[in-house]
């Protein structure tokens, strides 16, 4: 059972964002870890680099597969997280919180709306 | 690697398998010649004897597994059994002893084996006109997308995307990114197949193309390929042939057939000759006769009597490869093409189909198989219920089957199925060989339900045991430093 938290929103690409005024923390959740098996590289963007919602904005490269990682809302790139660099395991063993992939500065809030609530993404990851 | 002694581990100083003759011309001092910043005084070579050399190489050489000493069916891969016939072929010294700079005069027995190919792989893919040039698979596909680019140009419309199916080879939208185009993924349906509907919504005036494999990596024949084709179509987009499972449909359908504007075939698959170990190999793309004009230049052609090589192609994405591309494998897959002949190649694809469907009712009661699918080829099937009862996961499946004498097949790919095994036995292996791959699997299964641990820490008898794959990837080691 892969580990969802309540006060998150969710893409039905597997990647979750939190909100705090207008700061927007991205990254993949524990489903999307566990599938992908262990993390070898973590490609991200420069701070300054606008993203669009629904657009890639880098990748993760696991033992298995390289999985594009899709912006859930579009903004610029305030912070990346650089400890990826030397550590791409942190995304496996702490999807929500040292593994973190950027903050962006949400321009549209309205974008958050049709994400995925916990409860349906819960759903979407057991219907697969 | 565990117990094997790098070259460089079996210096002796002093020791050397070689004697310069004496200098003949004055001596020159390369620091003041060259510059002292690039001549380096320790280059750090081993220092052995021609034995020890031999006896090193050899030792490494047999702990190769390849198709000539046993199964291998990695899904996607096609690693039939190359005749040596091909090899026999390739090394006619007509063929190796000419100069790619030779006149065309003496050089017509080639000629003729280019152009016949061009026309052979023409009239099998049911295209128009074909070139030899591309080097392989990624680099065919990389060809038939500036094909696709430069006839777009050349008509005045600017299109950015391609689509590429969610269960598609990495290697299509790589091949499209590096083209210049934005790439779009069309996920598949229930059944495995491009989802129609949501295709219907992608496709407008921006798209240049779909890539598609069919059947696809499911091994699943794309059956509403027509209609798929008529979407494309009526937006002017193109519809492009990943001939990677060209292997299941051979002389039963083609390409050219089902609507598809630029095929690329893999030479070193379908048509047998020698692939998995770098290399060369032969990436041929086909057109229809409205794309002839874009292909790279020359193509082999014949006026009268004679062949030559046609440089009059006005719109040439130029050359994509040296001279004429890599004879080598056009020649031997050539040989196969002729020795097999219209009947033969078409059987192949039936027997390649019989196997794979074959092997798939001997192991399916042990894995997770879609229900009521028909496979051609290849198959897949996932290790899904192996993990949530035994904690054993398809990566562990592959290992253990080493220990059995088997190559694994292709695993985590397609990567629309969770914990994939996919499938491809071709048609070159006989029945004793898929009943002894078959007992192997329902082995490992006893073992899985006697414990994940054994199977985790597989293989156990090969001379390499399991590789940590993570710290190889994350903490990558290329030169030896001593």
């Known amino acids: 059972m892969s580990n969802i938290p309540a006060e998150l929103m969710y893409t039905e690409e597997h990647e979750w964002i939190s909100l705090e005024e207008n700061r927007g923390k ?9 599938s992908l098996g262990d993390v070898v590289y973590v490609e991200l963007p420069e701070v300054g680099d606008k993203i669009v919602k629904g657009e890639a904005f880098g990748s993760v490269e696991s033992v298995k597969a390289a999985s594009d990682l899709y912006a859930p809302v579009s903004g610029t790139v305030l912070e990346i997280n650089e400890a990826l660099n030397d550590g791409p395991e942190l995304v496996n063993k702490s999807p929500y919180d040292d593994g973190w992939m950027i903050v962006v500065e949400v321009e549209d809030e309205s974008e958050l709306e049709d994400l995925l609530t916990p409860e349906e993404y819960e759903e979407q990851v057991e219907g697969e | 690697m565990q117990g094997i002694p790098l070259i460089f581990e079996k210096t002796k100083t002093g020791k050397e398998g070689f004697r310069l003759s004496p200098l003949e011309v004055p001596k020159v001092d390369l ?4 510059g002292e910043d690039i001549v380096r005084d ?15 190489y050899t030792e490494l050489s047999r702990m190769n597994f390849g198709v000539d000493n046993g199964f291998y069916p990695l899904g996607s891969c096609t690693m039939k059994y190359n005749p040596k016939i091909n090899e026999e072929v390739a090394a006619m010294p007509g063929f190796t002893e000419l100069h790619p700079y030779a006149p065309e005069e003496i050089s017509q027995g080639t000629l003729e084996v280019m152009y016949d190919t061009q026309n052979l792989l023409a009239e ?28 777009l140009e050349h008509k ?20 499209a990114s590096h083209g210049g185009f934005d790439i779009i993924k069309v996920k598949s349906d229930s059944e495995g197949l491009v989802d129609i509907e949501a295709l219907k919504e992608l496709v407008n005036e921006d798209v240049a193309a779909l890539m598609l494999t069919n059947p696809n990596t499911l091994g699943l024949f794309e059956k509403n390929i027509f209609e798929i084709s008529k979407i494309l179509h009526e937006k002017g987009a193109l519809l492009y042939y990943d001939g990677a499972n060209l292997n299941a449909v051979m002389g039963i359908v083609r390409p050219g057939d089902m609507g598809f504007d630029v095929v690329h075939l893999n030479l070193h698959k379908t048509f047998s000759t020698p692939h998995g170990g770098g290399g060369p190999g032969s990436g041929a793309v086909g057109v229809k006769a409205f794309l002839r004009d874009f292909l790279p230049k020359p193509l082999a052609a014949q006026k009268g009597q004679m062949y030559y090589l046609d440089y009059d192609i006005p719109h040439s994405i130029g050359k994509i490869h040296g001279f004429y591309g890599n004879l080598g494998v056009v020649l031997k897959a050539y040989a196969y093409i002729k020795s097999l002949g219209a009947k033969g190649l078409k059987e192949a694809s039936e027997i390649a189909t019989l196997n794979a469907s074959y092997l798939l009712k001997k192991i399916e009661d042990m894995f997770e198989v879609p229900e009521d699918i028909l496979f051609k080829h290849e198959f897949v099937v996932s290790c899904n219920n192996w993990k949530e009862k035994f904690g054993v996961r398809a990566l562990d499946v592959a290992k253990r089957l080493l220990d059995y004498g088997f190559h694994p097949p292709t695993i985590y790919f397609p990567l629309i199925v969770d914990e994939a095994l996919m499938v491809e036995p071709t048609e070159t292996e006989s029945k004793d ?50």
Not at chain 2, 44 to 51: C, G, I, M, T
Not at chain 2, 124 to 151: R, S, V
């Open chain 1, 26 to 34: 991205v990254g993949i959740t524990d489903h999307a870890q566990d």
């Open chain 2, 31 to 34: 620091s003041e010649t060259l």
């Open chain 2, 42 to 56: 320790e280059v750090n070579l081993p220092e052995v004897s021609e034995l020890d050399v031999i006896r090193h």
């Open chain 2, 124 to 151: 099998i893919t049911g295209m128009d006109n074909f070139t030899l040039q591309p080097a392989a698979g990624a680099h065919g596909e990389l060809t038939g997308i500036l094909i696709i680019k430069k006839y």
């Open chain 2, 156 to 175: 005045g419309e600017k299109r950015t995307k391609i689509i590429v199916p969610d269960s598609a080879h990495g290697t299509n939208p790589a091949s």
């Open chain 2, 433 to 482: 060989t898929l009943d002894a791959f078959a007992d192997a699997l329902r082995k490992i299964y006893q073992e899985a339900k006697e414990g994940p641990d054994f199977l985790k820490s597989a293989p156990h008898d090969t001379p390499v045991r399991r590789v940590d794959e993570v710290k190889a990837a994350r903490e990558m080691k290329l030169i030896y430093e001593g």
